[in-house]
């Protein structure tokens, strides 16, 4: 299934990436453990709904896919970096867990863990 799109800058065919956004969706409600009925309750979404995106027979606005993926208790940028991650398996990975990690830190936390970071690669360059 090919769905078109006109947003004002060209069309766009969706189908392969609303097929990696149910997978996303699927993984990671299978992860918690939740049924597609425990999900759509959890983001105020019908029940049928969850079932149409898995299977990518609908197309969702980036509102909707906020409120699934905080009913599953992830971010959006995680979800994307497993929708679609960049080059390789691990490229990217490690640096998106540490701005995962360091968001809603106070930013003396942030300046603490930044030193500790400097600390560690100035040891590397010593070795």
């Known amino acids: 299934m090919i769905t078109l799109l006109y947003g004002g800058l ?3 065919i969706m189908s392969e990436m609303m097929k990696k956004v149910g997978e996303g969706i699927r993984h990671f ?12 309750h ?10 149409k995106l898995e299977r990518a027979e609908k ?9 699934v993926t905080g009913a599953l208790g992830i971010s959006l940028t ?11 398996e691990n490229e990217g990975t490690t640096l998106g867990e ?3 990690r360091l968001r809603g830190r106070s930013i003396q936390e942030q300046k ?9 690669l100035d040891n590397e360059m010593m070795d």
Do not use: N, T
Not at 112 to 120: E, F, G, H, P, S
């Open 10 to 12: 060209g069309v766009i």
């Open 29 to 40: 409600r299978k992860e918690k453990d939740m049924s597609q009925e425990e999900l759509a």
């Open 42 to 51: 959890a983001a105020d979404v019908h029940e049928s709904y969850v079932g």
């Open 59 to 67: 197309v969702c606005s980036i509102d909707v896919l906020a409120k």
């Open 78 to 88: 995680k979800f994307f970096r497993y929708v679609e991650p960049e080059g390789s």
């Open 98 to 100: 540490i701005v995962d």
């Open 112 to 120: 603490k863990i930044l030193r500790v970071i400097d600390a560690v």
